[in-house]
């Protein structure tokens, strides 16, 4: 009998053992407790052309990010349009419910940046192993960038490039202009085929349409603005320069009020487009509404006497919001989004612009999605690509800047057409924008 009760006492003893161990084991390793992260997204896109695949890409990422953290869960609200986005972050963020992470429109970055409803980043760049900032083109990692602090990560950029009728140039014996071609180039072929083509009077072939005073600014070295946004630099040699070409090349056709239908018509030879719009309008079935009655290619800008053939990059950026509660988990998230080479390969297949990665804008995978898109090789062009967003400009952000850009934009139509009062203008502009500015 006292063996028997050994024997019991010792499985009593070992089973014991075995729940301490087992109950020591839950200890240890805890259930990993739920997060739930918020992003916020506006339907469409930022360049103001079809995308019906706007979804997919962040869909594609959100189930992936999810697989690889099974205690994370990313939600969204779908159907904000461009126009209410905005508003829609605003309203958020005074309520306090701001998304964890969120898209930026380039207009709101300044803003958001300035009152504290972006994160600065900075310590999330500096100890992250991971990260290397010098991946990304500097002018679209710098659009993220307020007062020498990091508020925002760019998710996709889209440069502007001259879109060429080589049939009108072909016809007129003028050769195909190159990358480096300059502000002379440009106005001497401007100057050629802009005439009367039918003899009743009246101008109907052009050299451009929709060149403007900015696109001059910027392939001369002029910057509209200082960088603490204090002061406009109107009145700057390079920017007066800028104007003045921009007023020769539109008095060429008599300021006539030229339409993209005069273009599509095949009666312009140049035309400054994003690369969104060439995405969108060269493969089928848009190709057959648009550009099908000749034929056309795209280059740099042309270089002013001070600057180079340089041009403007607009970027779509993500950042995090101050208000999140999982910041480290959010940081993880953007990275996904906007750093990941498996994502940001899908802007070639799923958006219209091209990655702000070096690597992946320059991968023979980013061609070849290209190609099959397009309908025709792209090797040359995927190297002009990479030159444009080496050689991009940075536009330099502060609070004020679009209230006082729009209204210098809405004051250069009639100062480009007085032909008496150029200086005066010009100076009473700097003035009204200088007084803006320091208000």
């Not at 900015?214 to 630099?233: E, H, M, P, Q, Y």
């Not at 219209?352 to 070096?358: A, F, V």
């Amino acid at each position: 009998m006292r063996q028997k009760l050994e024997k019991w006492w010792k499985r009593i003893i070992i089973a014991g053992l075995v729940i301490s161990i087992v109950s020591v084991g839950f200890v240890v390793y805890p259930k990993q407790k739920q997060i739930v992260l918020t992003f916020g997204m506006f339907a469409g896109n930022q360049w103001n052309v079809p995308d019906d695949d706007c979804y997919k890409m962040i869909d594609q990422a959100i189930k992936e990010f999810e697989e690889e953290y099974p205690n994370v869960k990313i939600k969204y609200q779908s159907g904000i349009l461009k126009d209410d986005y905005s508003e829609w972050v605003s309203e958020n963020a005074l309520k306090g419910d701001l998304p964890d992470i969120f898209m930026v429109l380039p207009e709101d970055f300044s803003t958001f940046s300035s009152v504290g409803v972006l994160k600065n980043l900075d310590s999330y760049i500096r100890d992250d192993s991971s990260f290397d900032k010098t991946s990304y083109y500097k002018a679209s990692y710098d659009a993220g960038a307020y007062k020498q602090h990091q508020y925002a990560l760019p998710y996709e950029s889209v440069p502007t490039l001259m879109l060429v009728n080589k049939t009108l140039l072909q016809k007129e014996h003028i050769k195909m202009p190159d990358n480096n071609w300059t502000w002379d180039d440009f106005y001497k072929i401007c100057k050629k085929v802009t005439k009367d083509t039918n003899g009743d009077g009246r101008l109907d072939q052009f050299g451009v349409y929709d060149y403007q005073w900015d696109d001059a600014t910027l392939s001369n070295g002029g910057k509209i603005f200082n960088a603490s946004g204090t002061k406009c630099n109107l009145s700057s040699k390079a920017m007066e320069n800028a104007v003045l070409f921009t007023k020769k090349i539109q008095k060429i056709s008599s300021f006539t009020n030229l339409t993209s239908d005069d273009f599509d018509s095949g009666n312009i030879a140049f035309r400054p487009m994003t690369f969104s719009e060439f995405r969108t309008y060269k493969p089928y079935p848009w190709k057959i509404n648009k550009y099908f009655d000749f034929k056309w290619d795209c280059i740099r800008l042309p270089s002013g006497p001070d600057g180079a053939n340089k041009t403007r990059v607009d970027n779509l950026l993500m950042g995090i919001s101050n208000q999140t509660k999982n910041s480290e988990m959010a940081w993880k998230f953007l990275k996904k989004l906007c750093y990941e080479t498996k994502t940001q390969q899908n802007i070639f297949k799923y958006r219209q612009g091209i990655s702000p990665l070096k690597s992946v804008t320059r991968s023979r995978q980013a061609q070849q999605m290209l190609e099959k898109s397009i309908g025709e090789d792209m090797s040359a062009k995927m190297n002009l690509l990479d030159e444009l967003m080496e050689n991009a400009m940075e536009i330099p952000k502060f609070r004020k800047y679009n209230e006082a850009y729009q209204q210098i934009d809405s004051e250069m139509t009639r100062i480009l057409t007085d032909e008496e009062q150029y200086d005066s203008n010009i100076l009473k502009l700097k003035q009204e924008i200088d007084k803006l500015l320091n208000q």
